[in-house]
Structure formats: C-alpha cells, structure tokens
C-alpha cells in the first residue's frame, strides 16, 4: 500500500508565505530574489502573481511548490508545513498534491501526447490503459483531440504547452501552480486554457496560482498579487476576504 502524507482540513488559506527570503549566488556575487514575501492564496479561487520579469515570481512559486528551499521564513500548504515532513512524505506530497506547470514544459520525449499527460496517474499506480484514457479525455478538452498520437517533437509550442497543463490537472491534485500558461497560446486557445483552471479553482479543497504577463486573461482571477523587487506590494480582490 502507497503512503500518502495526510492533510488537516483546508483552512481559507491554501498557500500562505511568511517573511519568505531567498538568495543566489555568495560572498560579492550574491544576489537577493525574494526579500521577505508575504503571499496566500485561498482556497477556492485562481490567483494571479503579476509583475515585471526578474521580480521573482518564478522563484517564489518554485519555493511553494518545494521546488527550490527558501532561505528564511515559512511556507504552508493547507495549513502544513512541508518543509518539516521527512524528504520521502515531502516527495510524496508533492506528488499526490501539487500540479506544476513549468514555462520549459519537460515533456518526456519518447511518449505520445496522451502518455506524457498520464505520467502522474501511472506513477499513482493506476492501469496504463485507464490512464491514458483519462488524459486523451482531458487533451480533447483543450483541443488536442487529434495530436494524442503525437511525439512531443511534434507537436507547436502551444500544443505542447497545452500537454504539460493537462499533466499538471490529471491527477486532481489540491493545488495547482502554473508559470506563463498562456504565454504561447493564441487569444482563443488561451481563453480555453484559462476557463479549465478556472473552472479547476472553484472547489473549497483546491487553489489555483498562476504567473501571467498576459493582461487579457486577467478577468479570471479572483485576486491578483502584484510583485516587484522581490516583494508582494499589493493585492486585488474582487470579494471582500472572508466572502
């Protein structure tokens, strides 16, 4: 039987930074990313992480998603502490838990389309068979009903793009992390993409985080975080918190 780590009931906020710190580099070389960042995300809703390029935003959520440790401060995820599980449950966390989109996508490139998508449920255990029918279902949502065949060599950058989100959804995971979806996708494909994560966020056990440039997607946020000089200087809401 697979472990998987337990969680306590989703409090209102499923992502909460505290006073987060990282740096790269040492001695005179050493650079400061994030400098002290308070963020949430809640439960229930798709937030948006904004600013200009070289902020930090790629670095936090790569601190959230227990990607890259931070240096100082604390990180929560539905109320617990991953850092603080032994490295094997942290591994298991993230893997029954946490979807990442990355802006490289990392597509295995001796799978199909529906076989990359399906990586997850296979490494949960489920049936090959069953598993990549479930993610040639998710694939056809976002048009790719005939590319499932296809090699990632094959395939556009948006096409691409579009397999790694369905990998990052197939599992269900509770909090799901997406860097520049739909920074290769034309107007329409993009609106596609950001109807299925929003439609994904609103569940009260699941959060949606999202790093965009892209202002005409904008509208499906329910907060926008605004970052800058490695801080979160100020947050939009279109609800009064605790609505």
């Known amino acids: 039987m697979s472990m998987k780590p337990s969680l306590p009931p989703s409090p209102a906020h499923a992502v909460h930074c505290r006073e987060v710190t990282k740096d790269f580099g040492t001695g005179d070389a050493r650079l400061p990313v994030l400098r002290g960042v308070n963020f949430g995300a809640r439960s229930g ?3 948006f992480l904004v600013g200009p390029s070289g902020c930090g935003k790629t670095t936090l959520i790569s601190v959230i998603a227990g ?3 931070p240096d100082a401060g604390a990180v929560e995820l539905f109320g617990a502490s991953v850092a603080a599980l032994p490295p094997e449950e942290q591994i298991l966390f ?23 998508a399906a990586v997850p449920l296979l ?7 069953a598993a990549v029918d479930r993610a040639k279902g998710l694939l056809d949502r ?11 060599s094959q395939l556009s950058g948006g096409q691409q793009q579009r397999v790694a989100l369905a990998r990052a959804l197939i599992h269900e995971p509770r909090l799901i992390v997406c860097d520049e979806p739909t920074a290769a996708l034309d107007h329409q494909t ?15 056990d699941r959060a949606v985080i999202v790093v965009t440039h ?7 946020a329910d907060a926008i975080a605004h970052m800058d000089d490695g801080r979160i200087t100020h947050t939009q809401t279109k609800f009064p918190v605790g609505s």
Do not use: C, I, W
């Open 45 to 47: 809703e798709l937030t």
């Open 67 to 69: 990607l890259l440790n």
């Open 94 to 116: 993230r893997r029954r838990h946490l979807g990442f989109v990355f802006q490289q996508y990392h597509l295995l490139p001796s799978l199909s389309a529906a076989e990359n």
């Open 123 to 129: 490494a949960a255990g489920m049936k090959r068979a």
């Open 142 to 152: 976002l048009g790719l009903g005939k590319r499932l065949d296809a090699r990632p």
């Open 190 to 204: 993009g609106e596609a993409v950001m109807e299925l994560l929003a439609g994904s966020a609103v569940q009260p």
């Open 214 to 220: 892209d202002n005409r997607v904008f509208h499906f």
